[in-house]
């Protein structure tokens, strides 16, 4: 056997292990290198080479995902202290809005000098009704942060 076939086999083994060749060829192949120790070698480096880089490459995935996993977990966490805390807000205003209302609407109405029902009216326009719909606006909140979110991720 040349050295000619040798390269034949190792051209072989490369086709090999990037996809595969036809049946008779890997036949062929087998049986070359159970007799040829010098082809077997570099069948074996070049197997332990793809297998190397294939771990490589799920190692780089895995680490990648992980990564991007943390990123929108935090992201997510981020979204929901806000939501909480813009909530909690809008609670306490309208809470406050209607507790300045019954306790000083009287004192208010003889400071401006107007209509106890003039303050209740101008409390309910100007604090407790724009609180209440900021209150009524957050369960829509996270659905357009999400939104903008997605928004980001594609730019
Ligand atoms: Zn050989």
């Known amino acids: 056997m040349n050295i000619d076939d040798h390269e034949r086999f190792r051209r072989m083994t490369d086709e090999s292990l990037a996809g595969g060749i036809a049946d008779d060829g890997e036949r062929l192949l087998r049986e070359h290198l159970d007799t040829c120790t010098g082809c077997r070698e570099y069948h074996d480096a070049s197997n332990r080479v793809v297998a190397g880089l294939r771990g490589f490459s ?3 995935d895995a680490s990648l995902n992980a990564r991007v996993l943390s990123s929108l977990r935090r992201s997510a966490q981020r979204g929901r202290r806000r939501w909480v805390w813009s ?4 609670v306490v205003l309208t809470m406050g809005g209607t507790l300045v209302d019954l306790r000083f609407g009287d004192l208010m109405a003889s400071v401006f000098d107007i209509q106890r029902m003039q303050v209740r009216e101008g409390l309910l326009t100007f604090w407790i ?3 209440l719909c900021v209150l009524m606006l957050f369960p829509l909140l996270p659905l357009l942060g999400k939104a903008g ?3 980001e991720e594609r730019i």
């Open 58 to 60: 799920f190692e780089a």
């Open 129 to 131: 009704v724009p609180s």
């Open 87 to 90: 909530s909690a807000a809008a």
């Open 149 to 151: 979110t997605r928004r």
